[in-house]
């Protein structure tokens, strides 16, 4: 049954691989800057999500959080395995047939040996994840990261990722193989996923959400620095630490540059004074 | 009386023998440092930093007295008043010298009582350097941080040699910068407290 809905998405899978040639255009050129024309609407968003994260997300992590490490991490484990056959996917969409081939490799390891992806044996003999996702496709097929949006429940993101998701959501290759009550158990999964990062990361977290005088614009400054330099990172464009704009020059700012001199007690500018009557 | 008479020559001689040593040491270091290269040094004092980061984590004591001593490292081996100076932004241009002053202090306890907290995180880890680039006129360190049960981070270090001695003055881990975070964060505070210098400053003794 599984075999022949798979094979029914045969000539769409083909489809799509051809959609791979894209690929040699090339990544988009390096992001600078924030560019956020909804900033109102995201901080609404971001208010909300703060507040499902104060009342549902970091209690229940925390209760979570007693269950022990080696179960939480099965259970990562188990739902990381499953988005392994979509990384490949992604993979071969970005031409980057080695990252898409060490998934594989992952893949059949950790579900056979490591009994259905709860543990990963992968990891111990060379073969870390490469994780990836449509997004970073789109990154490589020469897409910029457009605005950036902070989504319901999601969080952080640009509009090319926000896309990047859906894309993944659909397509995902396990929905064809899958049917009603596996999906749900690799829901289950994720959602343990979700805990066990929210808890594990407490301490980043709760830093950005509550410790800090303005949690959006801190949020936004960590998702598009680290979210550009893994891409660039992944591409091998160049290693610096995202680009000119990763390097500030405090030195240079301390000498006033840019900034009117400030004028001398004694001097009096008749222009304004005359505009002051 | 007589004692000083006689006792303040043989003071004095010591002290000039002593400064000229000092002085010679002072001239030495530059000409040293450009020999050997300001990279050599600029790695060094991040090895030396995170070296005894490692220490004071693996103590074992109070909360209260690692804090100290994270604010000891941080005046030893960060540019604070450069740091300082930049997280005001425009700011800083109206700031007299004693504002400034009196910022810099209340903003080196805050950074140390920050990150201190979040150091218990890294028990147990390591942060391996393992190279040297220049940037501009300053140095890039490239690190990487082990910790338990995550994936190695990347950790940079901006480093200048301006003033003699080498002194960190931005970290970037994972891409993500610490000083334009803790810009951010400043001109946040800066603006609940009504763009006041000194109110920012108390804000960030308390906080």
Request: aromatic share 8%; glycine share 10%.
């Amino acid at each position: 049954m599984a075999i022949k809905k798979a094979l029914l998405r045969l000539p769409m899978m083909a489809a799509i691989s051809g959609l791979a040639l894209l690929a040699a255009c090339g990544p988009a050129p390096h992001a600078t800057g924030t560019a956020d024309p909804q900033e109102e609407v995201n901080r609404q968003r971001h208010n909300f999500n703060k507040g499902v994260d104060r009342h549902v997300l970091r209690p229940v992590s925390h209760t979570y959080g007693h269950v022990p490490g080696p179960i939480r991490t099965g259970v990562s484990n188990f739902a990381e395995n499953l988005e392994l056959p979509s990384d490949v996917v992604n993979g071969v969409l970005q031409g980057r047939p080695g990252n898409a081939l060490q998934n594989t490799g992952r893949f059949l390891v950790n579900s056979t040996i490591g009994i259905l992806g709860i543990f990963d044996p992968a990891s111990h003999i060379g073969m870390p994840a490469r994780k990836t996702d449509f997004g970073e496709t789109l990154y490589t097929w020469g897409v910029g990261e457009g605005v950036y949006v902070e989504n319901l429940f999601f969080g952080p993101s640009t509009e090319r990722d926000t896309w990047g998701k859906i894309v993944d959501q659909i397509a995902n290759p396990l929905h064809f193989l899958l049917d009603s009550p596996e999906t749900g158990y690799t829901t289950v999964a994720k959602g343990g996923e979700v805990l066990d990062k929210r808890y594990t990361y407490s301490g980043a977290f709760d830093d950005i959400l509550y410790d800090s005088a303005d949690s959006y614009s801190q949020a936004r400054l960590a998702y598009l620095q680290n979210r550009r330099y893994t891409l660039e990172q992944n591409a091998g464009v160049s290693g610096t630490s995202g680009g000119d704009d990763g390097f500030i020059d405090p030195y240079a700012d301390a000498s006033g540059d840019g900034a009117a001199a400030p004028a001398p007690a004694d001097f009096i500018d008749p222009y304004e004074d005359a505009n002051a009557q | 009386m007589r004692n000083d008479l006689t006792f303040a020559p043989a003071l004095s001689r010591r002290a000039v023998t002593a400064g000229l040593a000092a002085g010679a040491c002072f001239v030495a270091m530059p000409s040293m440092s450009l020999a050997q290269g300001g990279a050599d040094a600029a790695r060094r004092a991040v090895e030396q930093a995170v070296a005894d980061v490692n220490r004071i984590i693996a103590s074992g004591q109070s909360q209260q007295q690692m804090y100290a001593d994270f604010e000891r490292v941080f005046a030893t081996y960060a540019d604070v008043a450069t740091i300082a100076r930049s997280t005001l932004g425009v700011a800083a241009r109206q700031a007299t010298a004693a504002q400034l002053q009196a910022y810099t202090q209340a903003y080196q306890g805050y950074v140390s009582r920050k990150y201190g907290r979040r150091f218990r995180e890294f028990v147990g880890g390591q942060i391996e350097v393992t190279g040297v680039r220049p940037i501009k006129s300053y140095y890039e360190v490239v690190s990487t941080a082990y910790t338990r049960g995550n994936s190695p981070a990347d950790v940079r270090w901006h480093v200048s040699t301006n003033s003699g001695s080498p002194k960190f003055f931005n970290i970037i881990i994972q891409g993500v910068n610490m000083l334009a975070s803790e810009r951010t964060e400043v001109q946040a505070i800066l603006d609940q407290q009504g763009g006041s210098i000194d109110r920012l400053t108390q804000a960030l003794r308390s906080a």
